[in-house]
């Protein structure tokens, strides 16, 4: 069945440096993969997306790269900065679901 | 515009009894999924309504069962409830069904079962 991978499953990084999530899927069918950070007691809140006919993403200290062709996408931090401690879940959407990964646990180290 | 809104925000149970947690979705927003998040673990699927229809469901028991209005309000219900249901629970609203479009999440519902 569908599924994503997701990896790493906890990530500890110093402040400053950059920080890369990523996740493999496995349906050909999906058309959309956002990304979703979930600060500690507060509910996931979506902080960027892409759609299949677009590669890469920016928006400011953050990107999404997608690879159609090897099935997986990651999220870029660069700068990261304490504010971005949280936990960061991937998602595989096709038109008939969205399938979620397990979860990185981002550490920014003082 | 109003966000996600679910009610209550907590709650505690006893083994056995049951239970309902309810979710107003975005104002325009016709699909409502509903998950199960467990310390440390993810986002466990529980089902998806859209204009009243139970659209997908994951792998729950029985037990765990939702129904929506026809205002898009959603309500999920727990029977004969064990310890182990003891998670926040999480409900998400889209514009459309399916997983093409980003969801909404509220602030949850954390149920302690004791």
């Known amino acids: 069945g569908e599924n994503v991978e997701q990896h790493p499953s906890t990530l500890s990084v110093q402040e400053g440096d950059s920080a890369v999530i990523k996740c493999t899927y496995s349906?050909?069918?999906?058309?959309?993969f956002p990304w979703y950070k979930q600060e500690l007691g507060k509910r996931p809140q979506l902080i960027i997306d892409i759609r299949s006919n677009v590669g890469e993403k920016k928006d400011q200290r953050i990107a999404v790269t997608l690879n159609k062709t090897a099935k997986h996408f990651s999220l870029h931090i660069t700068e990261t900065q304490p504010e971005d401690s949280a936990v960061y879940f991937c998602g595989q959407g096709t038109n008939y679901q969205l399938i979620w990964g397990a979860g990185t646990k981002l550490i920014i180290k003082p | 515009k109003a966000g996600v809104t679910q009610t209550p925000r907590y709650l505690i149970k006893t083994r056995g009894q049951q239970v309902t947690l309810s979710c107003s979705p975005i104002s325009g927003h016709r699909s409502v999924s509903w998950y199960q998040q467990t310390p440390g673990q993810g986002l466990q699927f529980l089902f998806e309504y859209f204009s009243e229809t139970q659209r997908n469901k994951g792998n729950f028991p029985g037990r765990f069962s939702g129904r929506q209005f026809s205002n898009s309000r959603s309500e999920m219900n727990v029977s004969t409830l064990e310890l182990g249901d003891s998670a926040l629970y999480l409900c998400a609203s889209s514009q459309i069904s399916g997983g093409s479009y980003g969801y909404t999440f509220g602030s949850g519902t954390r149920l302690t079962v004791v």
């Open positions: 349906d050909s069918a999906s058309n959309y």
